[in-house]
């Protein structure tokens, strides 16, 4: 399996040591790969099979699912949909909690859509009561950051890259061949260099 | 034994001062029976900080109550192992206990390299030591765990108290699990300091060449290695405690802990561009500093108060001396850095745009994007508070829908990197290697989804699971088929001796399936379920394929709590499988609660039952279940993983079995091999 087509400087690259892999695939070993593959996709297959039987993504109601995205200010750092409470007499919602779930309830009971119900909450307590902030005005720097981050970063790599590849390289030095014995005593040397690590 | 302990640490501290001073001034003399002594010196504090530790440890063991910190955190009736626990409970004995495991690190080095690399060890004793000595700083003055409970009396005097029992340990706390997951994360961020200290000393001794990524390298894999197992213990002991059915809520001070694993992640990742072709050296030496400085960031963040944080039991007005510290820390290394920088020069050159070196820069670029997003979200309720004026919540959805995205282009370049080459891929090889796997990827994604599987996400992950999986594992049987057909021996005989022959890299495989395993397990999160009822004994209620069936009920008493316990029983198909207790206990000492959470646990989902009480409203007990898809997947990856480290972190063994060949022709089939056989060396580091 040879890697590589190309190398500037052999001497650098270490990827030699994957031509060794070549060495000529028999009809049973195909065969052995191809029903060890089939074997990992069925194991696969089966491992994420249960998730089907049940249906996706499901809280004990509406509310329950709308409550994850408010949070629950009792402390606990969780949302009003999960919050248990540790340490409490109680493990289960707190009455803070609860509250938010019973408002909830009473806002589907009116018909209100998800949307209008989060908004009435933001009215009401505050952008701090959504366990995400929304995605508007400043709260815009919060979802852009990392996405900026990357794209500089990108970009830097990039210009990276361009560069490294256009960079004169330093000839070879013209000389006597290097023996397989005296890069084999060279290895030792450095072998023994570094024992100490 | 508080005058003891007190006195020990004030003695370390003035050590290290001699220790810190002392070693300066050997460098700038290079006086080696000052190098000595201060060396000596730096021992020395370590073993004042043992003492100082075991002092506090034997005053929770004794119950010594006329110490605040012990009255604070422990109690006459708390069990030994968890009275050892209390220690790092609170804020002054978890910065000693910091000390402490630092102080393993220093002796460690110190005594290791004792005699050795005279050109480079004195700098990294002064930069170890000179860390030791800010946490000492703490330790005796800002938050010493030795503070005497006292009161004034009548005549004005101060006079000391001794209480009759403490307040007792938070009861989140008294898991068998805390026991070992803070010293296990504190090892992780105590340990990055090592690297940090060698970077750091490299470039101020200006020593030459990659011998101090060599030296690190190994301190390197330990901190990280303790940092990852660290985490996943935290999230164990989250998910097994904390009773909400999750492991995961990026709370500010997990978070703490993921930034300098991340950074650290691509350390290990990026040090090989240097030691392979002496490449990215600027860039290496600022991301050690990163992961150090991202370690003690994160101490600030989790004991300042500066993030709200459910670790509310470590906060305190600690912060400016963390600020001062960091703000110390950036300036030594910008200076270091600025005049040191031509000795970081490299003659970096790239072949390829596909090579194994592009795919770390792009690895590192993630991971480093990752962190960035974790680091904002995290502070970003700061910001918005004194930018705007609004205080905002930033919880799991916001985090998710970040990170997300990001985590499985990591999966993907997990499955990529290892596979390129260095210097150049060809399009064919690209075909050849990654072709097969990614069709296979594919088909299995199809499959799932024809079956009814959907969430683009979780198709991605499977999809892309099965193709690092697959990666991977073609990689172990290239290589292993290759030594077999040579040696003659069988395929699982050809793995083993692949991977001990080059630990380095086939340990780094075992590590990316590993996270793979991880992936697999998170992926379920997206078909969790659960269900809250009432249910007096008798009662049943189903989730999925279980039924639950409160059996009894019955309460204890035990020495350090009440319990209520529920029994119930679990029937699947109308079988019944396993019977769960879950429990609920009350601390007296501190008046607070805690879940004992019963957890039926297998490959495919956990059944996780909590009792959560009685309700407040009608006294009817009440049971909370959750069925979490493919959980243990993720405890399994982490095992995994540590496999890995540990396989990477042992000696290349050497190729004996192609020297013996080759010294030897084999008797089996002499005819075949006239001539020796040339020697394969797979030794080095990939």
């Known amino acids: 399996m040879a890697m590589i087509d190309h190398c500037a400087n052999p001497l650098q690259c270490h990827s030699e040591a994957r031509d060794t892999h070549s060495v000529v695939r028999s009809p049973l070993a195909r065969r052995g790969i191809c029903f060890f593959l089939f074997a990992l996709i069925l194991a696969v297959a089966f491992s994420v099979a249960p998730l089907f039987a049940q249906a996706p993504v499901q809280g004990t109601d509406r509310a329950q699912k709308l409550g994850k ?122 072998e023994r260099e570094v024992q100490d690590d | 034994m508080d005058l003891f302990g007190s006195f020990a640490l004030l003695l ?181 300091t090592v690297p940090f200290a060698f970077a750091l000393a490299a470039l101020l001794g200006r020593y030459p060449g990659e011998k101090w990524i060599h030296l690190s390298r190994r301190w390197t894999m330990i901190a990280w290695g303790f940092q990852g197992v660290g985490i996943l213990l935290g999230a164990h002991w989250a998910y097994a405690v904390l009773g909400w059915g999750g492991y995961w809520m990026w709370d500010p001070v997990e978070n703490a802990s993921l930034m300098p694993w991340l950074t650290g992640t691509a350390f290990l990742h990026s040090v090989m561009m240097q030691e392979k072709r002496g490449m990215m050296r600027v860039w290496n030496v600022w991301l050690v500093f990163i992961t150090f400085l991202l370690t003690i960031f994160g101490t600030f963040l989790t004991r300042s108060g500066v993030v709200n944080s459910v670790h509310a039991f470590a ?146 992950c499977l999809i892309l699971s099965v193709f690092v999986t697959l990666t991977i594992l073609l990689e172990f049987y290239r290589g292993a088929r290759v030594i077999a057909s040579r040696a003659n021996s069988n395929i699982f005989s050809g793995v083993a001796q692949l991977t001990m022959r ?53 309460s204890t008493d035990v020495a350090n709590y009440k319990s209520e316990r529920a029994t119930i029983a679990v029937d699947r198909n109308g079988k019944q499988i396993i019977m769960l207790y879950p429990e609920k206990r009350f601390y007296p000492s501190n008046q607070e609660s805690g879940t004992m959470v019963a957890i039926y646990s297998t490959l495919k989902e956990d059944l996780y039952v909590v009792y959560a009480g009685h309700s407040p409203e009608t006294n009817q007990p009440v049971i909370h279940a959750y069925l979490n898809p493919l959980v243990k997947w993720i405890w399994l990856g982490g095992a995994v993983m540590v496999l890995g480290t540990l396989l990477a972190m042992l000696p290349n063994r050497q190729p004996m079995l192609a020297l013996r060949t080759a010294a030897e022709p084999s008797r089996a089939a002499p005819a075949l091999s006239p001539s020796p056989a040339p020697v394969q060396h797979y030794d080095g580091h990939d």
């Open chain 2, 12 to 192: 370390a501290f003035l050590c290290g001062l001699y220790a810190f001073g002392g070693g300066i001034a050997a460098i700038v003399t290079r006086r080696p029976l000052l190098i000595k002594s201060a060396r000596n010196a730096g021992m020395a504090v370590c073993v004042l900080i043992w003492l100082g530790f075991g002092s506090l440890a034997y005053l929770f063991q004794t119950d010594n109550f006329s110490m605040a910190y012990v009255v604070e955190h422990s109690n006459r009736t708390l069990p030994a192992f968890f009275k050892f626990a209390a220690i790092w409970a609170g804020q002054q004995g978890s910065l000693l206990f910091w000390s402490f495991l630092l102080s393993i690190y220093v002796f460690s080095v110190l005594f290791a390299y004792r005699g050795k690399h005279p050109e480079l060890m004195p700098y990294v004793g002064v930069v170890m030591v000179g860390v030791q000595l800010f946490f000492l700083t703490l330790n005796n003055f800002i938050a010493s765990p030795f503070g005497i409970l006292g009161s004034t009396a009548p005549s004005g005097a101060m006079q000391w108290i001794m209480r009759g029992d403490g307040n007792g340990l938070n009861p989140l706390l008294q898991y068998p699990e805390m026991v070992i997951h803070p010293p296990i994360l504190y090892s992780g961020y105590t340990g990055f």
């Open chain 2, 502 to 554: 080059n630990t380095r890299r086939y340990g780094g495989y075992v590590v990316h399936f590993g996270i793979v395993l991880i992936f697999i397990g998170i992926s379920g999160t997206a078909f969790n379920q659960d269900k809250q009822s009432e249910l007096p004994p008798g009662a049943q209620m189903t989730i999925g394929p279980y039924r639950l069936t409160h059996q009894t009920f019955d």
């Open chain 2, 315 to 460: 906060q305190s007005s600690i912060g400016p001396w963390f600020l001062s510290f960091i703000g110390l820390a950036v300036l030594v290394c910008l200076v270091s850095y600025w005049r040191n920088r031509d000795y970081l020069r490299s003659d970096n050159t790239l072949d390829s745009l596909v090579s194994r070196e592009s795919s770390f820069l792009f690895n590192n670029l993630i991971l480093l994007v990752a962190c960035v997003a974790v680091i904002s979200g995290t502070l970003f309720p700061v910001l918005s508070e004194w930018v705007r004026g609004t205080k905002i919540s930033v919880g799991v959805p916001f985090f998710n829908t970040i990170n997300l995205p990001i985590a499985l282009f990591l999966l993907f370049l997990t499955g990529v990197g290892p596979l390129l080459a260095w210097c150049k891929t060809s399009m064919a090889s690209l075909r050849k290697n990654f072709g097969g796997p990614l069709l296979i990827g594919i088909v299995a994604g199809v499959i799932a989804m024809a079956l009814g599987l959907r969430g683009f996400y979780v198709v991605t």
């Open chain 1, 69 to 190: 995205e408010l949070m629950c200010t009792c402390g606990c750092g969780d949302t009003a949909g999960s919050c248990s409470h540790p340490g409490a007499a109680f493990s289960g919602p707190c009455e803070v909690a609860k509250a938010r779930l019973k408002e909830m309830n009473e806002r589907i009971g009116r018909g209100e859509s998800d949307s209008a119900i989060l908004q009435a909450f933001v009215q009401e307590y505050g952008e701090a009561a959504l366990a995400a902030p929304p995605a508007r005005g400043f709260n815009w720097f919060a979802y852009t950051f990392p996405a900026v981050a990357f794209a500089i970063g990108l970009a830097l790599v990039i210009m990276i890259i361009r560069q490294w590849r256009h960079r004169p390289r330093v000839a070879t030095a013209a000389g006597p061949a290097v023996s397989a014995e005296m890069l084999e005593n060279a290895r030792r040397q450095i």
